[in-house]
């Protein structure tokens, strides 16, 4: 969902195409179905962890090319969406 390198991933991972903090106790953690929210989601935790701004809001803008929203078909929904 997220995009995160998997080498850098700091915990266990549980699923082959999910980071640790996307997929745990056997279902992913996001529950909504929002790119924009899991965006926002993502960006905020990021920069509570210290990224600074610019890369966190181009690495949340990158999580539209993830697998998972592709195949949601939530990306194109009609002009192409941008991060804000």
């Not at 995009?3 to 699923?15: A, I, K, T, W, Y």
């Not at 909504?32 to 989601?41: I, N, S, T, V």
């Not at 993502?42 to 697998?67: D, E, T």
Request: with cysteine; charged share 25%; aromatic share 20%.
């Amino acid at each position: 969902m997220c995009l995160m390198p998997f080498s850098q991933d700091p915990g266990v991972r549980e699923h082959e195409y999910y980071c640790s903090y996307c997929y745990k106790n056997g279902e992913l953690t996001y529950k909504g179905d929002d790119l924009h929210a899991f965006q926002k989601l993502w960006y905020v935790r990021m920069r509570q962890n210290g990224m600074s701004r610019w890369r966190a809001k181009f690495s949340a803008w990158m999580i539209r090319f993830a697998p998972h929203w592709k195949r949601e078909k939530r990306l194109f929904v009609g002009p192409v969406n941008t991060y804000h």
